[in-house]
T-cell receptor, first 110, second 121 residues
Framework: KQEVTQIPAALSVPEGENLVLNCSFT??????LQWFRQDPGKGLTSLLL?????REQTSGRLNASLDKSSGRSTLYIAASQPGDSATYLC?????????FGTGTRLKVLA | EAGVVQSPRYKIIEKKQPVAFWCNPI?????LYWYRQNLGQGPELLIR????????DSQLPKDRFSAERLKGVDSTLKIQPAELGDSAVYLC???????????????????FGPGTRLTVL
């Protein structure tokens, strides 16, 4: 059974810092991995999707990497801003079924 | 383009009462998902529809939960009777068909609605 773990559970950083969020999974037989953002009281917004054949994806200040063999993914946020404050969830799987981690609550202080 | 629409946004009921949630997916999205998200946890899939067919309901507690998507568009998730442990956010998501004008999609992005926060007293 696939298990997804995210570390740290919460993170508070000053504005401008570069930061890394971690996601680990137990079963490397995945189709893809997605990183989502969730604002309080809101649904999930997809940030980046990495196919199993890819190593990384980039969008603006976000970069996500995937190492299937070690069961790890990282989300790198460059030059963090207060607007980045949210919960970040990773989800692994594919063929229409995702297993989500418990998320990292990020707070960027102005 | 309108996103996934869910209603109501909030619902407070007493235990043993019935409750229903409604979801309208993005136009053209044939796959629809219902998730439950407990506080401090990630979403967990309850049921997935391909058009009007429930193709994965293995995680749906069938003794009290039911869902339908009669015309393959909008969907309703029902709980009857509700229990205290059902308090959670219920999220609906949709995704487009895997084929786009004959070209297979390589992505599998799901688009989420804002959710319905259920509180059972």
């Amino acid at each position: 059974k696939q298990e997804v773990t995210q570390i740290p559970a919460a993170l508070s950083v000053p504005e401008g810092e570069n930061l890394v969020l971690n996601c680990s999974f137990t079963d490397s037989a995945i189709y893809n991995l997605q990183w989502f953002r969730q604002d309080p009281g809101k649904g999930l917004t997809s940030l980046l999707l990495i196919q199993s054949s890819q190593r990384e994806q980039t969008s603006g200040r976000l970069n996500a990497s995937l190492d299937k063999s070690s069961g790890r993914s990282t989300l790198y946020i460059a030059a963090s801003q207060p607007g980045d404050s949210a919960t970040y969830l990773c989800a692994v799987g594919g063929t229409y079924k995702y297993i989500f981690g418990t998320g990292t609550r990020l707070k960027v202080l102005a | 383009e309108a996103g996934v629409v869910q209603s109501p946004r909030y619902k407070i009921i007493e235990k043993k009462q019935p409750v229903a949630f409604w979801c309208n997916p993005i136009s053209g999205h044939n796959t629809l998902y219902w998730y439950r998200q407990n506080l401090g946890q990630g979403p967990e899939l309850l049921i997935r529809y391909e058009n009007e067919e429930a193709v994965d309901d293995s995680q749906l507690p069938k003794d009290r939960f039911s869902a339908e998507r009669l015309k393959g568009v909008d969907s309703t998730l029902k709980i009857q009777p509700a229990e205290l442990g059902d308090s959670a956010v219920y999220l609906c998501a949709s995704s487009p068909p895997p084929w786009d004008r004959g070209v297979p999609r390589t992505t599998d992005t799901q688009y989420f609605g804002p959710g319905t926060r259920l509180t059972v007293l």
